[in-house]
C-alpha cells in the first residue's frame, strides 16, 4: 500500500497534465463535434426520460477509459456508462488499487439539448479518499484542476470559495424530484424559507465549480453515484468549503451516506443548510 501511495504521489507531482490533456482530447475529439449535432439515433434513455445517455458519453469513456489506465499503471477505471453495463465494476471502489473515477459528460440533459452546462469530470482516489480531480466544461474551455492537500485551480488561478456576504439569501442548488424519494423530497422543502432561495441543479459538477468560486453558496444533493460527486467535492474542499452529509459527517464516495448532503463555501453554511434540510424531514 505505501508504495502505491509513494506512486500515486509521485505521478500527482509530475502527471497532472498529461490527465488534463487526455480530458481536453476526449472533449475535443468525442464530445464537441457531437454538441447540437445529434442524431436521434444517437440518444438513448437508460432508467427513463430524465436519465439519458449519448455516443459523445460512450466514445468519450471509451477513449479515457483507456488513456487513463496507460498513464497509472495498475489503476482501474470506474466509468458511469460502464458501471451502468455492468454493475459489479463499481465495487472498485472498495478495493485497494487508484481508481479513476470518470464522468464523460455530467449533464447529458444539458447537453442533448443543446444547452452549454455541461462538463467532463474525472477523479483519481484510493481507498475511497479522492486524491486528485479534473472538471472541464469544453464550451467556456475552463478547466478546474484540485490536488489533495495543493489546493484548487481553475484555469491557473487559485480558487477560493470565501463566505457568503450577510443580508442576502442562500442561494442552493438542489436535486431535481426526479431524483429523490418522498423522505428526501421532504427534507429538500425544509430549504423554502425565508433568507434561503434554492433551484434546481444543473450539471453537478458544475454546480460544484460554483461553490468553489464563491457563486453558489451550497449544494443539497440526494444521490451519491461516485462520478457525479467525487471531483467536485474535493474541488469544494481545496477551496476552503466543506461537505457535510445529514449524519453530519463527511461524503463518502464509496457509499452508505445519509442522505441528502451538502457541499457548502463554508461551515455554518454548511451547518445551516443540513439544520434546515433535517427540520423538513
Known amino acids: ?68 489506465g496507460k498513464l497509472l499503471p495498475g489503476s482501474v477505471v470506474v466509468g458511469e456508462e460502464a458501471v451502468h453495463a455492468n454493475p459489479m465494476t463499481y465495487e472498485a471502489l472498495q478495493g485497494e488499487a487508484p481508481v479513476w473515477i470518470v464522468d464523460p459528460v455530467d449533464g447529458t440533459r444539458q447537453f442533448v439539448h443543446g444547452d452549454p452546462g455541461f462538463c467532463t469530470l474525472v477523479a483519481l482516489a484510493q481507498g475511497g479518499v479522492v486524491l486528485a480531480s479534473w472538471t ?47 423522505e428526501q423530497k421532504r427534507a429538500l422543502l425544509g430549504l423554502r424559507t425565508a433568507g434561503v432561495a434554492p433551484r434546481p441543479c444543473g450539471s453537478a459538477g458544475l454546480e460544484y465549480l460554483a461553490v468553489a468560486r464563491g457563486e453558489l453558496d451550497a449544494t443539497a444533493f440526494s444521490w ?27 461524503f463518502r464516495i464509496t457509499g452508505g451516506n445519509t442522505l441528502p448532503f451538502t457541499a457548502a463555501r463554508d461551515v455554518a453554511t454548511a451547518r445551516r443548510v443540513l439544520e434546515l434540510l433535517s427540520g423538513g424531514v
Do not use: C, N
Not at 139 to 151: E, I, K, P, Y
Open 136 to 182: 472541464y466544461a469544453p464550451v467556456r474551455d475552463q478547466l478546474a484542476v484540485a490536488v489533495r492537500g495543493r489546493g484548487a485551480l481553475l484555469d491557473g488561478v487559485p480558487l477560493r470559495a470565501g463566505s457568503p456576504a450577510a443580508g442576502r439569501d442562500l442561494e442552493v442548488a438542489t436535486s431535481h424530484p426526479y431524483y429523490t424519494t418522498d
Open 1 to 68: 500500500m505505501i508504495e502505491h501511495m509513494e506512486t500515486i504521489d509521485e505521478f500527482l507531482a509530475h502527471r497532472t497534465a498529461d490527465v488534463e490533456e487526455a480530458v481536453r482530447t476526449a472533449a475535443a475529439d468525442e464530445i464537441m463535434p457531437r454538441f447540437r449535432q445529434l442524431a436521434a439515433h444517437e440518444v438513448d434513455e437508460k432508467s427513463g426520460p430524465h436519465d439519458l445517455v449519448t455516443d459523445a458519453d460512450r466514445k468519450a469513456e471509451e477513449y479515457l477509459t483507456e488513456v487513463l
Open 224 to 250: 451519491e453515484a461516485a462520478w457525479d460527486h467525487a471531483a467536485g467535492i474535493l474541488l469544494v474542499e481545496e477551496a476552503g468549503g466543506v461537505h457535510l452529509t445529514l449524519a453530519e459527517e463527511p
